[in-house]
Each structure stands twice: as C-alpha cells, then as structure tokens.
C-alpha cells in the first residue's frame, strides 16, 4: 500500500446537519492534522479554528476574448458553446463571462484564430494554522457559478501535506461540487439528523458514495431518547454507525460562540476522540479488505 | 415587423408561455402579411444559458418585438444588443396579445430577472 494521507470527507445532503461540527473537532482531536473547508460559498470553518499566518492566492479561470479585427464572423464558437455562454451580436461573438465554465473550445475551434484567454478572479484560498491543525480555506466570490476550480486547488495543495490526516468539510448536498470534494477521499463520513426529513438527506449522500465507490459510515447527530429514523435507515441498510452525538445545550453553546468543543471540554474532547478512533477503525479496516481503493 | 411570441402550445388561441427561455416553442408573426409560423425553441433542454440562446434565435430571425410576461438578465442583454424591444404580454390568448400589441395596448417590459445559472446547486 502506497504511503500517503489519509482523507476523510464529512458530507451530508443538507446544511445545518453537523458536518463542520464534526470535521473541526476531529481535526482537533487527531494530533497534527489538515483541515480543509470545501464549502466554499459559506465556508465557516475558520469561525472556529481562527486560523493565523494566513497565506492566501487568488484562484482565476481563463475566460475568452475576442479580437474583432481578427473574427471573419463564422459563427463556429457560438454554435459549438454548450453552455450557451456566447451570443453572436452584430455579426461578433459576445461572452457571458459568467456562464462560461472555460472549458477552452471556442480557442480551439476558431479557424481566423481571434480567440485568447484572460484570466479572470473567482475567489480565493487562505492557509492557516490553528494549533496543530493545518487550516484551508476555499472561498467563492459571490455571484459566481461555480466554486470548482477553488476546491480543486484546494485539494491538489493538500496532497503536499504528506502522511498527515486530512478532514474534508464538504459543502451540502451532493451535486457536482460535493463529487468533486470527495473524488480523493478515502472514507466518507455522512452526518445525519434524526428526524423523518434527516432520513431523506442522508439517502441522498448514501446514493453518492456507493455511486463513486467510497467506504462510509454514519455520524448520528443531535440525538434524543426515542427512535431515530436515520438510525433505524442505517441497520436497514447495513451502514455503520460510528458514533451519536447528543442534542446537547452545552455543546449547542459552544458551538454558536464558535468555540471547538473537544479543544473546550474534557465531555467533548472524550467524545469526538473516540469517534475519530472508530474511523480510524473502519478505514483501516476497508483499505485492508480492498486494498486496490 | 416580425414579432416573437413564446408558446406553450402551437395554437394561437392558447396561452403565452410564463417562460421566455424554457418556452417549447416561438410564434413568429409579420403584422404586415399577417403571416405566422412556430418554431421549436432548440433552448429548452439547455443545462444553463436557455434565455441567451432562445434571444439569439430571436433576434436571428429578425425580430422587432418580443411579447412576453417575463424575461432574463441575460437574454435581455442579447435583445437590447441586437435591437429587439421586449413587450410585457398580457394575460389571455396569444391572438388576443398579437391584437394588443397592433393596438399599442403593451407596453415595455420593465424588470428582468436574475438568470438561473447556478446549475451546481
């Protein structure tokens, strides 16, 4: 088996459920360790972490540009865009930067050649350290379409954090920015809460993970006395469960005065620990029973 | 001058379609000749930039005027850009809009929407 880091993604199907909850605090609670928070249009795991000696890049896609004097007016680029990201106006192409997803064709395709790229600013990402956790952070700039390119970036710089654990905090749901999130991840942790509607999100990150072939478990959060529909979705079907956290008012404080639970409490520090060690149980266990993942 | 209307169906006793972009079809009609034909919008199944497409095939077909109850950011831009007015259209039937419009009862469409572009979500 190669040697490399281990990354484990928090996804759940939707916002609110606990995934920054728990990917902070088992950052926290795993020694030296990344952090890298993928929800890039609110990323909020800095609120916690606050994070010091940032270094931040700007994250740019190429955009095309038309030289008028060169564009004989084919035609060629507007037809080829899938996105509908050019129009042909007074006999020129005309960019809709923000629809454009800068896939480079209309560059490639234009026979006079009167196509070029600019770059254009997105968002951003900041790296940080708070204690002994490494703090990424992805931001979009709002109004844009798609927060990709700034979790890729994300992503390829971690993987020169060698051999350290890696806590992916991934945005909700589980469209394209959430497949792209835990493209690399070794283990996916889904968050889910007990309720009826909890059950629903949790079957719509259950369908990714098998989709993309992941080995997952279950994290129960905000936990009562009395049945649990995501519990009981899980023994049907045969999910593990890693660990429940209560709904409790002394988490529920620390967690709205942004404080990192398991860096506050002995309770906490004790409960997330030992949910780190069952993951860490069961990715052992699933990098040995399929050691070709 | 050759107008655009979208369509929900190809009948004009029918109803004018709530959406620009994602319309099935477009009415076209001359008011001069009276003469009218429908075409299928080649937009509609479009992931994103429906309006953007469906506004270049309105204004490559050389029309003047747009009737239609709401409109895009996007497409609107591709209409002022190529000169096409867009008209609010009324409820009731798209004869009864065509009459409308030749009576100078429409007037222009005021406020366009932000696009839905955000196919990610």
Do not use: W
């Amino acid at each position: 088996m190669k040697n490399k880091s281990l990354k484990i993604a928090v996804l759940s199907g939707k916002g609110g459920t606990g995934k920054t909850l728990v990917s902070v605090n088992l950052a926290s609670v795993a020694g030296q360790s990344v952090y890298i928070d993928c929800d890039v249009e609110e990323p909020n795991g800095h609120l916690f972490f606050k994070p010091t000696d940032i270094y931040q890049q700007d994250i740019t896609v190429k955009i095309p540009v038309v030289d008028e004097n060169l564009c004989n007016g084919c035609h060629k680029c507007v037809d080829f865009c899938k996105f509908n990201a050019l129009a042909f106006i007074k006999n020129k192409p005309y960019v809709f930067e923000e629809v454009c997803h800068s896939c480079g064709g209309c560059l490639l395709l234009c026979p006079e050649k009167a196509i070029s790229e600019k770059e254009k600013t997105i968002g951003k990402v900041q790296k940080g350290v708070s204690s002994n956790v490494t703090v990424n952070t992805g931001i979009l700039n709002t109004g844009e379409a798609s927060g990709i390119p700034i979790i890729k970036k994300l992503l390829n710089e971690s993987a020169s954090d060698k051999e350290l654990p890696v806590f992916i905090d991934c945005p909700p749901g589980s469209a394209c920015i959430v497949m792209e999130s835990i493209k690399d991840a070794d283990y996916c942790i889904l968050v889910a809460e007990p309720t009826m509607f909890g059950v629903h999100n949790l079957n719509m990150v259950y369908d990714l993970v098998r989709l993309f072939d992941k080995p997952h478990g279950v994290v129960l959060n905000k936990c009562l006395n009395g049945e649990n529909p995501a519990e009981e979705f899980c023994m049907e079907k045969n999910i593990p469960v890693l660990g429940q956290i209560p709904f409790d008012n002394a988490l529920g404080s620390l967690n709205s005065d942004s404080k990192i639970a398991a860096r506050e409490s002995e309770r906490f520090r004790a409960l997330f620990y030992s949910l780190l060690e069952t993951v860490m149980k069961e990715v052992r266990h699933e990098t040995t029973a399929n050691p070709q993942r | 001058m050759k107008i655009a209307i979208p369509v929900d169906e190809q009948d004009l006793e029918s109803g004018v379609c709530p959406s620009f972009g994602r319309a099935p079809y477009f009415l076209f009609y001359d008011t001069v000749t009276k003469e009218s034909y429908f075409l299928d919008n080649s937009a509609v199944a479009s992931q994103g930039g429906a309006g953007i497409r469906a506004a270049q095939v309105i204004a490559d077909h050389g029309v003047k005027a747009l009737l239609t109850p709401r409109c895009g950011e996007n497409a609107e831009e591709v209409l002022s850009k190529t000169e096409v007015l867009i008209y609010k259209s009324i409820p009731g039937t798209v004869q009864q809009n065509i009459d409308a419009f030749a009576a100078e009862q429409l007037i222009l469409l005021s406020d366009f929407h932000p696009g839905f572009h955000g196919h990610e979500k």
